[in-house]
C-alpha cells in the first residue's frame, strides 16, 4: 500500500491477494521465521488478511501449496516450524524421493534449465553431449533439482560451443587457481557479457583495440572487464 512504509510509493496486492480464488505456493516453509509463520496461520484460519498500512481487513480464498527440503516432524522437534501450521496445511501430503533416485528425471529436467537459460542468453544451444549426459546421470545430486538447475545455468554460461560438454559442467573437476569458483557467484547477465568479450577476441585475434569497438564500449572499459572476468588473452 501506498505510503506503508518509507519507499513503498505504490499500491500494490500481496501475495494472498493476486493469487485469490487460485493457488499460492510458498516454497522452504520450515525458513519462514516462527512469527511470520503465526500470521501465515492466523490468515489460513480466519481467511482474512490486513494489508500492510491498511486500517481494515480484506477475505482471502486461496490453496495454499507448501514445500519444504526437511522432514517436518524434525523441523517440528527442532522448533523450526509451527506444529499447529503444519496439521493445517498438511490435508494431503506428497513425499518426493530425491533426485539421485528418479534417474529418468535427470536429462528431462536438465534440457528444460536448458531451454530457458539460453532463451535468456540469448543462445542457440542443441543440448547435451552425450557425455555430459552420462555425467548428469551419475552424479548423485545431494541438492536435488535445485542444484541441477543452477548447474545447468553455469553450463550456460561456461559453454562455447553448440553444445554443453563435460568441460562446461562443474561437477566433473575441482576449481583451477580459484578461477571457476567466480562462476557460481556470476549473474546471468555477466556471464553472457563474459561470453560476448571471450567470442570477440577470438574473431578478432585478441586485438583488444577492434574488440572493443565491434562491441562498442571504450578501451579502457574493455581492458576493466577482462582483467574482472579473468579472461585470458
Known amino acids: 500500500m501506498k505510503g506503508a512504509f518509507t519507499g513503498a510509493t505504490t499500491d500494490r496486492d500481496g501475495l494472498f491477494r493476486q493469487a485469490d480464488k487460485g493457488t499460492l505456493m510458498l516454497d522452504e516453509l520450515a525458513e519462514m521465521p516462527i512469527e511470520t509463520q503465526s500470521k501465515l496461520l492466523r490468515v489460513l484460519q ?22 519444504t527440503n526437511r522432514r517436518p516432524e524434525e523441523a517440528i522437534k527442532e522448533g523450526k516450524l509451527r506444529e499447529d501450521l503444519f496439521y493445517r496445511i498438511s490435508a494431503i501430503a506428497l513425499h518426493l524421493p530425491p533426485l539421485r ?43 536435488n533439482v535445485r542444484q541441477l538447475q543452477n548447474e545447468v545455468q553455469r553450463a550456460v554460461l561456461r559453454s562455447e560451443g553448440r553444445t554443453i560438454e563435460v568441460q562446461d ?43 572493443a569497438k565491434r562491441l562498442g564500449i571504450g578501451r579502457q572499459t574493455l581492458y576493466n572487464k577482462i582483467k574482472a572476468y579473468g579472461i585470458q588473452v
Open 46 to 67: 480466519e481467511k482474512e488478511l490486513r494489508p500492510v498500512g491498511g486500517r481494515s481487513t480484506c477475505k482471502t480464498d486461496c490453496r495454499v501449496i507448501a514445500a
Open 101 to 143: 533416485d528418479r534417474k529418468d528425471d535427470i536429462l528431462p529436467l536438465a534440457n528444460s534449465f536448458l531451454r530457458r537459460y539460453a532463451a535468456q542468453a540469448g543462445r542457440l544451444l542443441a543440448g547435451f553431449a552425450p557425455a555430459a549426459e552420462e555425467v548428469l546421470l551419475r552424479f548423485e545430486w545431494p541438492g
Open 169 to 211: 559442467l562443474s561437477i566433473t573437476s575441482a576449481p583451477e587457481d580459484g578461477q571457476s569458483e567466480q562462476w557460481p557467484n556470476m549473474t546471468l547477465m555477466e556471464g553472457v557479457e563474459k561470453n560476448a568479450i571471450i567470442q570477440m577476441l577470438k574473431e578478432t585475434g585478441g586485438n583488444k583495440v577492434e574488440t
